[in-house]
Each structure stands twice: as C-alpha cells, then as structure tokens.
C-alpha cells in the first residue's frame, strides 16, 4: 500500500510506514508524535497476530488525544477484520466490520449512495471498487457514526465524530484505493484533510 503514502507524501504530510511484521508491537511511543493513525488490518488468522490489550490501550490514548484514525478492513476471508474489529470494540466507536460483497470496478460518486456534502468528496468523481471482494460496514451507534457511501444497498464508507478532544474516525471495508491510489487520489487526501486534530 505505499501507493497511498506516496499520495499522501506528495500532498505536504509527514508519512512513516510501521508494518506489524517489523515493528511487532504497537506501543504508545511508537504512536507519539503521530496527527494521523491509519490502520490497515491483515491476515490476522496467525496465533501471533491478535492485538493485546496493551496495543489496543496505545491505540485508544493516542484517539483520546485528538489523534485521528483511519481504519481500513477487508472481507473476511483471511481474518482481515478481525483487527478492525477489535479497535472498534476496545473503543467503543459503533462499527462493525463483517462479510464479502463483490462491487463494480470503479463507482461513481453520485448521490442518494453518498453524502456529497460530506468534505471527504469534494472534487472526488469516482473511487475504486473492489471486484474480488470487499466487506461491508454496520453502524451501531447512529449518534456519532454516519454512513457517507454506500454501493448497492451496502454501507462501504463511514466516518465518526465523538466530541470532546477524541479524533475524528474514517472506516473503509475495501482496501482498492490503496491498491489503486491514483484512481483515489483526491478521496485518500481529503480523508487525511479531515482527519486533521
């Protein structure tokens, strides 16, 4: 995914890339200094993989604080939700991650399927879909979460606003604008725009 970064690198924005493989564990100075968290799950199916709790509490202080998190998941068919799922639970954000939906190749950014007005798609036309399967998004708490795009019925894209000094959250069910970043260039900056503490 070093597309988006590329992306967002090339937008003004400091970018350093952490891999669970090389890093191992996600700790609060790992995350120090940090404006954005964007958090992309993977195979989680390993017994080494889970999150503990005291990377879910590394997570949760930075989000506190006014750090803003973006949480990307895939579908479900190598526990690519798992992760997100966890962060969405420990701090309780009103999302769930669940399923495999296949949708077009590319979606046009149209209303009633998405909220236009929200920032996040100024000047955004279309973004990509995911053909080989994406998941799908469930809100559970409507006072703070709101669904900005959907694609056949299904919620794709949501965002979430908490109050208080709690960053703002982006939540994505398919990973093809990371794979495809020039196609969602525009969506990638303005979702890290919005992010901003």
């Keep these: 995914y070093t597309g988006g970064a590329a992306v967002l690198r090339s937008a003004g924005y400091q970018v350093t890339e952490e891999c669970r493989g090389s890093a191992r564990y996600i700790t609060a100075s790992l995350l120090a200094g940090y404006g954005q968290i964007w958090f992309i799950t993977y195979d989680s199916s390993g017994a080494d993989w889970f999150l503990s709790t005291s990377e879910l509490e590394a997570i949760e202080s930075a989000w506190r604080s006014g750090v803003g998190l973006f949480v990307w998941a895939d579908d479900h068919d190598y526990h690519y939700q798992d992760h997100a799922n966890d962060i969405c639970n420990y701090l309780s954000l009103g999302v769930v991650f669940s399923g495999k939906i296949r949708r077009p190749s ?16 100024f ?3 279309t973004i990509p879909g ?37 960053g703002r959250v982006v939540f994505d069910a398919a990973y093809e604008p990371l794979c495809r970043p ?13 992010l901003e503490p």
């Design 130 to 166: 995911e053909a080989q399967g994406a998941g799908k998004i469930t809100v559970t708490d409507s006072g703070h979460v709101s669904v900005i795009a959907r694609e056949a019925g299904t919620n794709m894209i949501a965002v979430g606003s908490y109050g208080g000094n709690k």
């Design 106 to 121: 590319t979606i046009p950014v149209t209303s009633p399927d998405f909220d236009v007005s929200h920032p996040i798609w």
């Design 182 to 194: 020039a196609e969602a260039e525009r969506y990638l900056r303005n979702a890290a725009a919005w």
């Design 123 to 125: 000047g955004v036309t």
